[in-house]
């Protein structure tokens, strides 16, 4: 079962990557693949026991997937030092909105 649901996982974010390029959008694909991802898990509740195994597996080997993003991003190292401060400040907004973003839903959801 988990290899259908790695394909189908592959697939929605291929399909993903195709509507970004074809709709001419600063979306990335995978984006768009796990946005119609979400819309099959609410349309269709059957769908989560396809991919779960998968999801499972996904989320057990997370740090190991996001190790060559690091890799890579060495080897932009000058790059990366020059715009640090930026850096900095998106990371540290982003990471306070998603924070508020959370918790606001959390009081929403809890009523």
């Known amino acids: 079962m988990v290899t259908v649901g790695l394909i189908v996982l592959i697939l929605l974010s291929l399909a993903g990557d195709l509507a970004a390029a074809l709709l ?3 979306v990335p694909g995978p984006i768009l ?5 979400l819309a099959l898990l609410a349309a269709w509740p059957g769908f989560r026991s396809w991919t779960l195994p998968a999801a499972r597996l ?3 080997f997370l740090g190991a997937l996001i190790v060559p993003a ?3 991003l060495a080897a932009f190292a000058p790059f990366v030092v020059d715009v640090a401060p930026q850096l900095m400040l998106v990371i540290v ?3 306070l909105v998603t924070g508020l973003t959370t918790a606001l ?4 959801l809890r009523r």
């Open 24 to 26: 001419g959008i600063a």
């Open 70 to 72: 690091a890799v890579g």
């Open 93 to 95: 907004v982003s990471t």
């Open 105 to 108: 839903l959390y009081a929403g």
């Open 58 to 60: 996904l989320t057990r």
């Open 33 to 37: 693949g796990l946005a119609a991802y």
